[in-house]
């Protein structure tokens, strides 16, 4: 019986599915459209979100082409919202000065068609650890490189929504 019940629990953890992020067949986008365009907010992250997950949207041969046309039956609009940027420390050494932080890009996904949504994602995050040295400009360098590193991470999870449904 024991045996049992440890079975089943182990099989209803690995069947929920989140594991299978990006790895479906049946994309949220309608068959049937043809192109899209991708929105994001005026601010330079939202922006380089944009760019990055432009670049990696032209990539794929399975995805519309992005164009911006009138809103139609053959077109989706996909905006990236609410996008966020933290650094936040996370780790201090015994006199109570930051040897840690944690960088991290969020943002909502949401699609539309015809002015209607259709889809969305919310809360696609992904965060990476700074660790501190005594010089300042040192953190700025790697908190620079590993955010270009987060908005392609970003950009990537948030193809694998699109692609999965999840």
């Known amino acids: 019986m024991r045996l049992t019940c440890t079975l089943l629990l182990g099989l209803c953890l690995s069947s929920c599915g989140y594991h299978l992020v990006g790895q479906g067949n049946s994309s949220v986008i309608p068959s049937g459209v043809q192109s899209a365009w991708l929105e994001a907010g005026a601010s330079p992250k939202a922006q380089a979100l944009r760019l990055e997950l432009a670049a990696l949207w032209q ?17 989706i609009t996909v905006r990236l919202e609410q996008v966020q ?17 944690r960088l991290s890009i969020a943002a909502t996904l949401r699609m539309y068609q015809e002015n209607s949504l259709i889809w969305q994602a919310s809360g696609i995050l992904v965060s990476a650890d700074v660790f501190a040295g005594d010089d300042p400009s040192v953190i700025e360098s790697e908190r620079t490189r590993l955010t270009k590193q987060l908005q392609t991470s970003w950009a990537r999870a948030a193809l694998a929504r699109l692609q999965s449904g999840f």
């Open 85 to 101: 940027e933290t650094f936040s420390p996370i780790g201090f050494d015994a006199s109570g000065l930051a040897v840690q932080y």
């Open 59 to 75: 990539e794929n041969k399975h995805l519309p082409v992005l164009d911006d046309v009138k809103p139609s039956k053959t077109h």
